[in-house]
């Protein structure tokens, strides 16, 4: 095709987060984000998404997070998908073990912070965390609809004194409370992240 009969494409791409103090101890955030391809013949891998999430000073200097997030897809590029597992927030599956058009994730996590500072090397806390999700319209494999997933477990956290990369390493143990026979009862999840 000449160059005079090709679509033209507008590209969108839009975010904003914010978040206000709802108290000394209580601070609430939120995000949404949106990007998409759209030309004279319809529109091409539109993603929406948003977040919030509440975190609460307790017992002194610890913290309980609750997060809920939701994310919505159309019109994906081929070998795009929204993934919900292990790498995507809902600890105790394996890697992308549900996909859809859609997905929302739960999550509570109770975090302590210690004073442990072993050989100057990292500073170490613990976690103690539920994750409840699923994901929603025609997977990529007919049959793998497996509704609301739970899981739940323990994680530490170090975070290096002596790295510039401001990295805190998550070593989480988590089991699964639903899903099929065949996945392992325990799932462990080593990852690093840019906080808690």
Not at 191 to 196: D, P
Request: hydrophobic fraction near 40%; charged fraction near 20%; charge should be neutral.
């Amino acid at each position: 095709l000449s160059s005079s009969t090709r679509p033209s494409t507008l590209i969108l791409i839009a975010d904003a987060d914010g978040g206000r103090a709802l108290s000394d101890e209580t601070t609430w955030l939120y995000s949404v984000a949106g990007s998409g391809r759209f030309t004279s013949a319809g529109s091409e891998n539109v993603h929406f998404g948003a977040s919030t999430r509440l975190l609460h000073r307790n017992f002194g200097r610890q913290l309980f997070v609750a997060s809920l997030a939701f994310d919505l897809a159309r019109d994906l590029d081929a070998g795009e998908q929204l993934l919900l597992g292990g790498d995507n927030g809902l600890r105790g599956y394996p890697l992308r073990y549900q996909d859809g058009s859609s997905r929302v994730l739960l999550t509570v996590e109770q975090r302590y912070f210690t004073g442990w500072y072993p050989f100057e090397l990292a500073h170490v806390g613990f976690a103690a965390f539920a994750d409840v999700g699923r994901t929603f319209g025609a997977p990529a494999v007919a049959g793998t609809e497996l509704g609301w997933l739970k899981g739940i477990g323990v994680g530490l956290r170090l975070a290096p004194s002596r790295s510039g990369l401001g990295a805190v390493i998550h070593i989480d143990l988590a089991m699964p409370l639903d899903g099929d026979p065949s996945i392992a009862s325990t799932q462990l999840l080593v990852r690093t992240k840019a906080s808690f």
